[in-house]
């Protein structure tokens, strides 16, 4: 999985140079991250239909390649769309009746499509605000073998606002990734749903 990222990022950045397009990076922090785990098939489990869990801060890296659109679709706004992935660190779940020997480790390595449109200039400070958002698919990586078994990423999501003053930028995410899994207990071996969320705080430049 590291090979397929590390190809990835060069083919963006090889993509970028040869249409000239812009490049972003950055990075930030997971935070108020929550897991969500729905028991569709198991009616019987003692904590009923679902099963939530918060989400240790985590560091993320991320890298889109971007088209600037300047006053081509709307005459008053800027827009880039793009494309991109990203790369977080091992986050775990904060499970106060875990009794395994090993915590629940997991990552969710997203590849999307974005979208960026400048709503305020201020000319004033060379600054502009833009909301951005993302669409695109995931793959979730499991790290306890004993709890997640068989995963499956699927759909991933964001949608949250950007502050640009010259190259460099700070931006606030509302991240969704979902995903499918088998999972172990009470002697069962059945599907669970999964819906992880968080926000991401990060800063970077955009070159």
Not at 128 to 140: F, Q, Y
Not at 182 to 188: C, G, R, Y
């Amino acid at each position: 999985m590291k090979l397929v990222l590390l190809l990835l990022i060069l083919s963006f950045v090889c993509i970028s140079q040869i249409f000239a397009l812009q490049v972003q990076v950055t990075t930030g922090l997971d935070v108020f991250g929550r897991q969500d785990i729905l028991y569709p098939n198991v009616p019987y489990h003692e904590f009923g239909s679902s099963t939530s869990y918060k989400t240790a801060a985590e560091a993320t890296y991320s890298l889109e390649v971007l088209l600037p659109l300047r006053n081509v679709l709307f005459p008053v706004h800027n827009m880039e769309i793009g494309f991109g992935t990203a790369y977080p660190t091992t986050r775990k779940l904060v499970y106060e009746y875990w009794s395994g020997d090993e915590d629940i480790t997991y990552k969710f390595l997203p590849v999307f499509a974005t979208f960026k449109c400048e709503i305020v200039a201020i000319d004033k400070i060379n600054t502009n605000v833009e909301v951005l958002g993302h669409w695109g698919i995931n793959v979730l990586e499991s790290h306890n073998n004993g709890f997640y078994n068989d995963t499956k990423g699927t759909f991933y999501w964001a949608m949250g606002i950007g502050f640009i003053h010259d190259k460099f930028l700070i931006q606030a995410l509302y991240q969704v990734n979902q995903a499918s899994s088998m999972v172990d207990f009470f002697n069962t071996h059945d599907k669970i749903d999964i819906v992880d969320t968080h926000i991401n705080v990060a800063v970077g430049v955009r070159l």
